[in-house]
């Protein structure tokens, strides 16, 4: 059961190399790589895995056509998924390793994670055991937590932006719907079944909206699909509205509480947006046995390891049609003038 989405690039993004001083790829050009096959595709762009013609290590490049994201209405989305990953480094974040354009196309070389995403683990396992969900939640909670302190909001939390890597640990990618806050915004963006109420009503949100998000996710990876579905987006809505969750008899009375809690309508009282913040989620008891430090060192063992066969294996990714993407018109001068920090 896909979610359905909202105008944006559905890519699979992206383990080599760092940020800042340490970026091997800095400095880089497009013409420094080879571009090899097509890994994710969306409404206006596609994800490539591309590898560097001297050191022979892969990557994921994201191309964007400058027309399609500006027919879009996608200049802001993208320049803050550009400034923010630029901005920002954490384990269980996928990493940037530079941005750039031509007269054609937008271009961010990300870090090539090759175990693909946590929904097709989840489609092929129907649904995750409490403790696989409580692994995965606990790499979320401490991203979450890293970028909330940087007064970012993510906005897309789901399995589909959810990547492993060839050790089983998390990736979170496709930062194209978040945003660095200052107060609240009021943009009408994410995924049906993972907007929280204030989304819907238009109140204004701030990163309470995350840790709803994560109420639902833990919800769809130990119950194996979303507590408020329905065929058509404004279904849902009317759903997520009523609060009305029909609770499987299997499920751990300790992970229905602390879902409860992140799905509480009302934003000043939800787990991880009062006072205490990142805390009060990380003090939970479903948590309970978790050491915070652990997890952020990556010493956590993940219950799923995938099957990589060599950096450069693209088998846990979709098949996409090579299709004549590079033959893209060039966009106008005054187009391209809207990137010229990009």
Known sequence: MAS????????????????????????????????????????????????????RNYFALKVMAITDVIRLRQVEHVTNEKEI??????????????????????????????????????????????????????????????????SIVYRDLKPENLLLDRDGHLKITDFGFAKKLLDRTWTLCGTPEYLAPEIIQSKGHSKAVDWWSLGILIFEMIVGFPPFFDDQPFGIYEKILSGKIDWPRHLDPVVKDLIKKLL???????????????????????????????????????????????????????SYPEDDWQKTAAAGEKDIALFAEF
């Open 264 to 318: 509480v309508p009302d934003r000043t009282k939800r787990l991880g947006n009062m006072k205490n913040g990142a805390e009060d989620v990380k003090k939970h008891k479903w948590f309970k046995a978790i050491e915070w430090d652990d997890v952020l060192a990556r010493k956590l063992n993940p219950p799923i390891i995938p099957k990589v066969a060599h950096e450069g294996d693209t088998k846990n990714f979709d």
């Open 85 to 150: 990953l630029s901005s920002i480094t954490h384990p269980f974040i996928v990493n940037m390793f530079w941005a750039n354009h031509d007269d054609t196309f937008l271009y961010m070389l990300m870090e090539y994670v090759p175990g693909g995403e946590v929904f097709s683990y989840l489609r092929n396992y129907g649904r995750f055991s409490n403790s696989m969900a409580n692994f995965y939640a606990s790499e979320i909670v401490s991203a979450l937590e890293y970028l909330h302190s940087r």
């Open 4 to 55: 359905a989405k909202v105008a944006k690039v559905k890519k699979q993004s992206n383990p080599v190399g760092k940020k800042g001083s340490e970026n091997t790829e800095e400095g880089k050009k497009l013409s420094d790589y080879e571009i090899l096959s097509t890994i994710g595709t969306g409404t206006f762009g596609r994800v490539v895995l591309v590898r560097n013609r001297e050191t």
